[in-house]
């Protein structure tokens, strides 16, 4: 965090200053991290306690300030010896703190850029591309994992400090509106729009509310931003409208009139045997660099492109943006993450892309398992183990069926449907994946599929590995909702 007082940080919450005997309040100017984890705190941070739904944050505060924190923000003064702010919402006191904090760095000596990104699908696989990309150019802050809503956007905008150069914020949404309040928080100086998808369709009504919704990063850029958005997408590619200054293209394909700006683009692309993408890079002006990506999957040429388009705006040159992203082979954790498992006796390759579900990610999901090895003759056993997609409103369980169908029809060997025990809905979602899988194995006479519906992930742990062990060249995909518990189960392999 920027350097800041006591009084400064509680007139920035719109606070209370308490403090309580015995507590030792910091003095003067200091730096502090601020965290809404206690297991997180250490010297000289400010807590921030937030009631939750299983843990209430007030219960820690006692806590932290034996690790020596220098502050609480809370909405109740605390028996704790430790200076408190109180404040009526910790949430809101925390995106205050997060903006007052930018504000500071803003007016501090020296550039500093923020970029947010939004889109249905690819946010923190292009978040991931394009730190490393912009850590190239200076000091550069980004979201752990997917830290993208009111709650982890501010927490990530209170690292930025004197020297940091870029901001990434990565901005989600289950509601019309929420993007607008992160933009307050942390106004774009480049806005990033990937996709409007389907994900969330049950919460949003429709793809038009959807973009609607999206379309509120656009529209909260600083004034003279920079708005970088998918001309393949009509949803985004219509957001060129509400744009405050100059608007970018990327993408692989274009919907936009004849005539119109060009597009950083990809030309060329194949996949090699584990289905990492090489391609030609074309950026707006015809310059063109080769570009081979050390993460796997088709569909992340485009957040690669994304990126890319960023890292020129902010100066980069084309050549040092082909060699970053062909060195970047690790991104966020359970997303088209790669290992080699031996569990029972048996031994398998897991695609690790766990972290979340929605149709278009399922299919970019099942694309590179079709294509893992598929290039060089070899023809590994391929198992997707697949969890229910939530959010996906009244044409949910047709659109499971549809995944179902669309796997059969990828060649997967074995499909796993997951569900839950304790969750008819959860349960009935992942019956769907089987129903839509066993129809598409009836309508086109397809032999040899075998088509699983379980109720835990303990039953498709034993699944795999019998799988595994009577086909030595064994390839599983873990795809699905974060409730589908199939993250647990990486974990649970990678130990």
Not at 65 to 80: C, L, N, R, S, T
Not at 327 to 335: G, L, N
């Amino acid at each position: 965090m920027m350097p800041v007082t006591l009084a400064q940080v509680a007139e920035a919450v719109d606070g209370a200053l308490h403090i309580p005997d015995q507590a030792r309040a910091p003095q003067g100017v200091f730096e502090p991290t601020v965290v809404s984890d206690s297991r997180q705190a250490h010297d000289g941070s400010i807590f921030v306690a937030i009631p939750g739904e299983r843990v209430d944050g007030h219960d820690f505060v006692a806590q932290v300030a034996g690790k020596g924190a220098a502050a609480a923000i809370v909405e109740h003064p605390v028996d704790a010896p430790i200076a408190q702010i109180v404040v009526k919402d910790s949430v809101i006191a925390l995106g205050r703190l997060a903006r007052y904090n930018l504000a500071a760095r803003r007016a501090a000596d020296g550039d500093f850029t923020i970029i947010g990104i939004t889109g249905s699908v690819g946010k923190t696989t292009t978040k991931d591309l394009l730190h490393a990309l912009l850590d190239e150019l200076g000091p550069t802050v980004a979201p752990f994992g997917s830290f993208n809503n009111e709650i982890g956007l501010p927490l990530t905008a209170l690292h930025v400090g004197k020297r940091t150069r870029y901001l990434i914020a990565e901005m989600g949404a289950n509601h019309v509106g929420e993007i607008a309040r992160l933009t307050q928080i942390a106004p774009p100086d480049i806005a990033v729009v990937l996709k409007v998808g389907v994900a969330h369709l049950g919460e949003f009504g429709s793809r038009e509310r959807i973009a609607q919704a999206k379309s509120e990063i656009v529209r909260g850029l600083a004034p003279h931003g920079t708005a970088v958005l998918n001309a393949g997408d009509p949803y985004v590619a219509a957001m060129a409208r509400i744009a405050p200054a100059r608007v970018l293209w990327f993408g692989l394909d274009d919907t936009r009139q004849e005539g119109a700006e060009p597009a950083t683009t990809a030309r060329d692309i194949t996949l090699d045997d584990l289905d990492h993408p090489s391609f030609t890079l074309v950026d707006a002006d015809g310059a063109t660099a080769k570009v081979t990506l050390g993460i796997s999957g088709r569909h992340n040429v485009a957040n690669a492109l994304a990126a890319a388009t960023v890292a020129r705006a902010c100066g980069m040159t084309l050549e040092r943006i082909a060699s970053t992203l062909s060195r970047v082979d690790r991104i966020s954790a359970h997303r088209m993450a790669v290992s080699r498992i031996e569990r029972g006796g048996a031994h398998f390759t897991l695609i690790d892309d766990s972290f979340n579900a929605n149709p278009d990610s399922m299919k970019a999901g099942l694309d590179g398992l079709a294509a893992w090895h598929a290039q060089d003759g070899r023809q590994p056993y391929r198992i997707a183990v697949l969890g229910a997609m939530l959010e996906l409103g009244d044409t949910e369980r047709d659109q499971h069926r549809q995944i179902g169908a669309y796997t059969v029809g990828k060649g997967i060997d074995e499909i796993i449907a997951v569900g839950n025990r304790a969750d008819a809905h959860f349960d009935a979602l992942a019956e769907a994946v089987s129903q839509g899988a066993r129809e598409r194995v009836e309508a086109s006479g397809r032999d040899g599929v075998s088509i699983h519906w379980v109720h835990d992930a303990a039953q498709a742990d034993e699944l795999v590995v019998s799988a595994a062990a009577n086909h030595a060249d064994t390839v599983v995909l873990l795809k699905g909702s974060h409730m589908s518990g199939l993250s647990a189960l990486a974990e649970r392999w990678s130990k």
